[in-house]
């Protein structure tokens, strides 16, 4: 089943193609990150911190430790084009995070 991430204002900023996946891909199916450790937190492909989830958000920790280099995994397959999952509800930032970066979600348009 799809697990979409939304930001704090309810906009669908990213997915998973099921819950065990390790990539992260924007709402266009570019490939924007993983999750190295098996855990909530996802860095990009290049190894750069990306966010940290939180139930179905995605958001940058401000105080986020280095954890080290995973490597590079491998690019993944495409994806497929996911459906629309609709809105969700604004919710206010934990302390200590902030919406991720447009430019990480969406590289291509950024460079």
């Known amino acids: ?6 930001d ?3 906009v669908w900023i990213a997915f998973r193609s ?3 996946n390790r990539f992260l891909f924007n ?3 570019d490939w924007i990150g993983w999750f190295p450790w098996d855990d909530a937190v996802a860095v990009t492909p290049g190894g750069a911190y990306l966010g940290t989830v939180h139930g179905d ?3 940058s920790d401000v105080h ?6 995973r490597g ?6 495409y994806p497929g084009a996911a459906p629309y999952p609709g809105a969700g509800a604004y919710v206010g930032l934990p302390s200590g995070c902030e919406d991720v970066p447009g430019a990480l979600l ?6």
């Open 1 to 6: 089943m799809t697990v979409y991430l939304h």
């Open 8 to 10: 704090s204002q309810g």
């Open 18 to 20: 099921d819950e065990r």
């Open 27 to 29: 709402p266009d199916g």
């Open 57 to 59: 958000r995605l958001f």
């Open 64 to 69: 986020y430790r280095y954890r080290g280099d």
């Open 72 to 77: 590079y995994p491998g690019a993944p397959g």
């Open 106 to 111: 969406w590289p291509r348009l950024a460079s």
